[in-house]
């Protein structure tokens, strides 16, 4: 019954509390060039602009974040591992047979017209510079060198695990890779938001971000080939007209079919927030987004109060207890929140294993606030009001179990309470 109780009290306080965190919005009402776009907030996964976001798209080179993410995810202790480039990492076809061929031919055969670091076959890299050439100059040879590592030389089962992690471990599922780089094949999709979460996941991660804000990196000399200076090819973080001071990397696309992707993040005032546009023309990508990311920055943060500190009006009655547990708060739980971002916050109550006594002023539990993305926003303690204790009955229960463990006790404590009884009867008795 006390389980059935604590349950429904969950529950109510849940859907208490949800209602409550019904904020006024105001979203962006901004016009942008691009088929597909989406303004993601990078902590709480709150969308504050969307444009066919659910659409599956062809991310073209963009896909090359979620083979970092992997990889970062996967092989953090041994980045400096050295790869070996096979030939079926480098080997390349051009689009027209591939379009031949009815895209039978391996989807992740390099394209000769393709962004490649001219990796040859035999050629030693560290996963870390594969990352690099990934990363800042798109190379699809680099992505597959990193394939063929992790699939053992078996370039689509790293394919195969890539979609596994992407659908189990993401959540994910409208998104289906074909290869590690993102040329052209028709079921190589995603959409605005999946590609967002990629990348929320992936700017969790350090190494990720001085990746994707390096502008330009030495290749290193080589068994096979000497040093090269490559540049990265993201405008936002590049001095020229589209740079954008707040502006954090992430990732360009193109291909033929899939036009111009961008995946953009930027920070400011603690806040970070994923822009990710699909299907634009050359430089269109830089301009939607820079409109994205202003209009959202210019607005002005909020805060409303959703519960005040003190007394509470949520009680718990424990099993044996001589009263119910009422609780307080020592300060108020507020939402600090900006127009665009509709909030869509649970807040739900977690009680702390209890045992009687409890004492007041003793912390009994928390509230947590929280979104589909981030399990836990905020979260303040909840305190006893009151000193809760075994009934009276619950009392003389436990006294009875203590003295039944020890015989002679209970034998000597009978006959002392029977003896006493007597001595009372006759007094009284003699008194008469």
């Not at 659409?55 to 963009?62: D, E, L, R, V």
């Not at 190379?139 to 063929?148: L, R, S, T, V």
């Amino acid at each position: 019954m006390n389980h059935l109780r604590f349950l429904f009290f969950l529950s109510f306080f849940s859907l208490f509390l949800t209602a409550l965190s019904s904020l006024d919005s105001e979203p962006l009402h901004i016009d942008i060039a691009s088929e597909a776009g989406l303004l993601m907030n990078a902590k709480t996964g709150v969308i504050l602009y969307e444009k066919n976001g659910e659409k599956q798209m062809a991310p073209g080179s963009t896909t090359k974040i979620a083979t970092a993410l992997y990889t970062l995810t996967h092989a953090a202790d041994h980045l400096y591992t050295l790869v070996t480039a096979e030939q079926e990492a480098v080997a390349s076809i051009s689009p027209e047979l591939k379009i031949r061929s009815n895209y039978k031919a391996p989807s992740y055969w390099n394209e000769t017209d393709g962004t490649h670091i001219g990796i040859k076959r035999g050629e030693v890299f560290s996963l870390h510079n594969l990352l690099n050439g990934l990363l800042i100059n798109s190379g699809n040879d680099a992505a597959n060198c990193i394939a063929q590592y992790f699939g053992k030389g078996d370039i689509p089962a790293f394919v195969d695990e890539l979609n596994r992690y992407l659908k189990d471990d993401l959540g994910l599922e409208k998104t289906y890779f074909t290869n590690p780089h993102g040329l052209h094949h028709p079921n190589h999709m995603t959409t605005a938001k999946e590609l967002a979460l990629i990348t929320k996941e992936a700017l969790k991660i350090p190494a990720f971000r001085t990746y994707v804000m390096t502008k330009r990196w030495e290749r290193p000399k080589t068994n096979k080939q000497e040093t090269s200076m490559l540049y990265h090819n993201n405008k936002l973080i590049k001095p020229g007209q589209y740079y954008y001071p707040h502006a954090i990397g992430v990732k360009t696309g193109y291909h033929s079919k899939a036009g111009h992707t961008f995946v953009g993040a930027a920070e400011k005032d603690g806040r970070t927030l994923i822009c990710v546009v699909f299907k634009a023309q050359r430089n269109e990508t830089y301009q939607d987004c820079i409109k994205l990311f202003d209009a959202a920055f210019e607005q002005p943060k909020l805060a409303k109060r959703l519960l005040s500190k003190g007394e509470q009006p949520y009680t718990l009655q424990l099993k044996e207890a001589n009263a119910p547990l009422k609780t307080f708060l020592r300060e108020d739980l507020l939402i600090e929140y900006y127009p665009a971002e509709e909030a869509d916050f649970q807040a739900t109550l977690f009680w702390d294993p209890l045992t009687l006594p409890i004492e007041a002023g003793q912390k009994v539990g928390s509230i947590k606030l929280s979104t589909a993305y981030v399990n836990a926003i905020q979260e303040l303690p909840l305190y006893a009001q009151n000193r809760v204790d075994l009934s009276l009955l619950a009392r003389i229960k436990k006294l009875t179990r203590n003295l039944s463990k020890k015989p002679g006790i209970l034998l000597g404590g009978l006959v002392s309470v029977g003896l006493l009884l007597l001595i009372v009867g006759r007094f009284r008795k003699k008194r008469k």
